[in-house]
């Protein structure tokens, strides 16, 4: 049996999250986590006797992709919250763990993973929260540093309006020696972050695209000025940040917009409050060309120059991502030539040809972005496992 809340809409960043309908499981029904939420929509509860007709509607609907963003499902994680991020042997993996509090996005990006990965996809949101705090205090009580973040299965900040938990989870995280949170966001939703006592245990992070990528493939989410300017309202606050250049997707002049990009974020962004820049270029499960091609008619997106990948994914030839990462990595290193980048799942002939080294002569693409971690989070390195004889400066350093 679920509990159905209908019509009511939350208002966040600069649209609507419109939830049409609230459904909760009756796991969760007495939560107080459950009570705050509908408090805060404002809206009374109704029984559904049927949940799984229910999702089957979602399911075969005309649209399941945009009918799941109008409903909100409140339930339980009944596994891990904490899962190592699923990576590939065919390409280089940076050990990340992700912090499983919810899944699905109310923004609209044409290549996004999650409309393939969900069936049906809906907004849901985890509210067992101390199971999730006794989780993470096991991770904290560990010797090893734990890289986490949220923002893998849904946008890190788009919750807060219904119920503050990134604000909660900084908060957590702070002050912990081994272990940091990165949030990670297309919104601007940082205001009820600005004023926490972080301890710069929490990386706050943007996903960065071209003006005409986030116009055309981007719908619902923040603009490129406003995004940077939210990071810039972080740094002030002194908060460690991340940016990630992923998906990198080629068109005509691409090239010359994305080294514009670098321009524009170091114009507002001091290099040494950036703890990691990753790159990644645009690829997809071949099942998600047929929802993309339905639900944006007008992108083009798929329509490039493909191979599939050694992991059943449909990537750009590798000389054309080469070309896409060296426009790039040339703007940054003008501009901030010590700041870490790295690839998400690239293998290692372009690390050489883009980076000038592999992971590999360096410990390991994790330890060089543990290293930077300590660097930027002031983390003590001697309280980590695998730095049991390192101080800060013998940390591993790749070159510019």
């Known amino acids: 049996m679920f509990c159905q809340i209908t019509r009511h809409s939350v208002t966040y960043l600069s649209g609507k999250l419109k939830i049409r309908k609230l459904y909760i499981d009756p796991q969760v029904a007495d939560y107080p986590e459950t009570d705050e939420i509908s ?139 081994n272990a940091v949170l990165e949030l990670k966001t297309k919104t601007v939703a940082t205001q009820g972050l600005l004023g926490l006592d972080h301890r710069r245990n929490t990386i706050m992070s943007w996903s960065l695209n071209t003006e005409k990528a986030i116009r055309e493939q981007e719908r619902g989410t923040a603009s490129l000025d406003d995004r940077i300017s939210a990071a810039a309202g972080c740094q002030s606050r002194g908060y460690p940040l991340g940016f990630h250049f992923d998906p990198m997707i080629w068109y005509p002049g691409c090239e010359s917009d994305y080294a514009r990009i670098a321009r524009k974020l170091f114009r507002r962004i001091d290099p040494g409050s950036v703890v990691w820049i990753s790159m990644g270029s645009f690829r997809f499960m071949p099942r998600l060309q047929e929802i993309i091609e339905r639900r944006h008619p007008r992108s083009e997106i798929v329509h490039g120059e493909f191979i599939r990948g050694p992991d059943g994914k449909m990537r750009y030839f590798k000389p054309l991502r080469i070309r896409l990462y060296r426009a790039l990595v040339e703007a940054i290193r003008k501009l901030a030539p010590d700041v870490t980048l790295y690839f998400c799942m690239e293998d290692d002939e372009v690390w050489r040809k883009v980076l000038g080294y592999t992971p590999g002569q360096y410990g390991g693409l994790p330890s060089i972005l543990n290293a930077s971690t300590v660097r930027h989070c002031g983390l003590d390195p001697k309280r980590i496992s695998e730095f049991p004889r390192n101080t800060v400066d013998t940390l591993p350093v790749p070159p510019v």
């Open 39 to 177: 408090t805060r929509m404002n809206a009374g509860l109704t029984v559904v006797a049927d949940p799984d007709e229910t999702l089957r509607d979602i399911r075969n609907s005309k649209n399941p992709e945009t009918e799941g963003k109008h409903c909100l499902f409140i339930t339980c994680n009944k596994g891990p919250f904490i899962r190592k991020c699923p990576g590939t042997s065919h390409y280089t993996c940076c050990d990340y763990h992700i912090l499983h509090v919810g899944a699905y996005c109310t923004m609209d990006c044409s290549y996004c993973i999650l409309q393939a990965y969900f069936h049906p996809p809906v907004l849901t949101l985890f509210v067992n929260f101390r199971e999730m705090t006794d989780q993470l205090e096991t991770l904290f009580s560990s010797g090893r540093l734990y890289r986490t973040g949220t923002g893998e299965f849904t946008d890190s900040l788009i919750w807060e309006p219904v119920y503050p938990l990134a604000s909660r989870l900084v908060t957590l995280f702070s002050g912990r020696n």
